[in-house]
């Protein structure tokens, strides 16, 4: 059996997902094509649009990373000015983006425990009106906590701002208004809360602005407007797609339909959250977020305060018993993250549970373990 992967991704899938990948097809094979076109108008139905709500979706080969750099590096203009509101290691992924490109940035920069805040926004935006964009992490992995996306949505729609959010782990998991959010680019990846394998990310644009965009990109693979156009024309990729992912990922899109869609998906993701935090906190460990702020998708857990506890023994330990958890992504603080997305149900939960329990005692730290 395959190890239970409690990480912000790749995630365990269903063996039906798997199963969709043995196939082989060629790229330019009407019977693709059409698989393509299907998965873009899926992902627009499963987030609530229609063409008629002015979005579009294009498919990017490459990892999350690849599709948030086609956004950054195609839709903001020379003469642009970013506004990035960054709290954690993605957003400031986007920023080492936007230097790359040279691309005009004003980077409001948050401790990884605090969301940023409105007011900071809005002061930038009365008192600098050459800022064109704005962009956010939605769920930012890096310690698991929310950021506001609706209300910096209404900013950026009071505004009149270009919205771009990178909602790798949260598309899927969380139902996103993008219109009430006014959000004008968002992207996700095939392995995160979709329940694909990993391989493409896509990206949901608004038409109108994406129109503009020709000839803007910096680069020639991560053309995100040339992409668009080439897969609105004939529902091709302009290089060699990962076939087998795509015909995986319309599988799990089925398989979120057949579990009730979003909505459903966050409510056993939220379930699961549930237990994990209960559970963990009768085993004494601490999170590091607020409550109010920690999202149900990952969660950063501070090292136990105790001499006997060593990280890669814990998690060799954890290991060993079939359960991954993933290190922590913090600048100052030590701690370690448990995902409860992809294909994990309660009874997952309790085991990983049980095998914390019994990592902890075999380190001597039943004094950490509440009653
Ligand atoms: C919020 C966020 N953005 C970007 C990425 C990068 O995605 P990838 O590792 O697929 O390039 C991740 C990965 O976990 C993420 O969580």
């Given at each position: 059996?395959d190890n239970k992967l409690f990480t912000p991704g790749p995630l365990n899938t269903k063996l039906s997902v ?68 960054t709290n954690g290691a993605y957003g400031d992924r986007m920023k080492q983006m936007a230097e790359v490109y ?201 090292f136990p305060e105790h001499l006997n506890f060593d990280f890669t023994r814990f998690y060799e330990s954890l ?53």
């Amino acid at each position: 059996m395959d190890n239970k992967l409690f990480t912000p991704g790749p995630l365990n899938t269903k063996l039906s997902v798997k199963e969709a990948m043995l196939h082989d097809m060629g790229s330019r094979d009407k019977e693709f094509l059409e698989v393509v076109n299907e998965i873009r108008s899926e992902l627009l139905d499963i987030a609530g649009l229609t063409p008629e709500d002015g979005y579009d979706t294009v498919l990017m080969q490459g990892s999350g990373t690849f599709g948030v750099e086609s956004v950054i590096s195609t839709v903001i203009p020379n003469y642009g000015h970013l506004l990035l509101l960054t709290n954690g290691a993605y957003g400031d992924r986007m920023k080492q983006m936007a230097e790359v490109y040279g691309i005009r940035t004003t980077t409001l920069k948050y401790k990884e425990n605090i969301v940023p805040l409105l007011e900071d926004a809005e002061d930038v935006l009365q008192n600098d009106t050459t800022i064109t964009h704005m962009a956010i992490v939605h769920c930012e992995t890096t310690t698991g906590i929310f950021n506001d996306i609706e209300g910096i949505g209404l900013l950026a729609r009071k505004y009149n701002k270009v919205f771009i959010v990178d909602a790798m782990s949260s598309f899927g998991a969380v139902p996103i208004n993008l219109k009430a959010c006014s959000i004008d680019f968002l992207v996700s990846s095939s392995n995160k809360c979709i329940e694909g394998v990993p391989g493409f990310s896509f990206v949901f644009a608004n038409s109108s602005i994406l129109e503009t965009c020709a000839g803007q990109a910096r680069t020639v693979s991560l053309d995100l407007y040339s992409q668009w156009i080439d897969m609105k024309k004939n529902g091709q990729f302009r290089f060699t797609p990962p076939i087998q992912t795509i015909l995986a990922f319309r599988k799990a899109i089925g398989e979120l339909r057949s579990e009730g869609g979003i909505e459903k998906r966050a409510e056993r993701y939220r379930l699961n959250y549930q237990r994990l935090i209960e559970g963990t906190e009768a085993l004494g460990l601490k999170t590091y977020l607020n409550k109010k702020d920690q999202g149900y998708i990952i969660t950063s857990f501070l090292f136990p305060e105790h001499l006997n506890f060593d990280f890669t023994r814990f998690y060799e330990s954890l290991h060993e018993r079939g359960q991954v958890i993933y290190q922590g992504k913090l600048s100052d603080t030590n701690c370690f993250r448990i995902g409860n997305i992809g294909q994990l149900y309660l009874d997952d939960i309790e085991n990983l549970l049980t095998a914390i329990k019994e990592v902890l005692e075999e380190m001597g730290m039943t004094f950490c373990i509440a009653n």
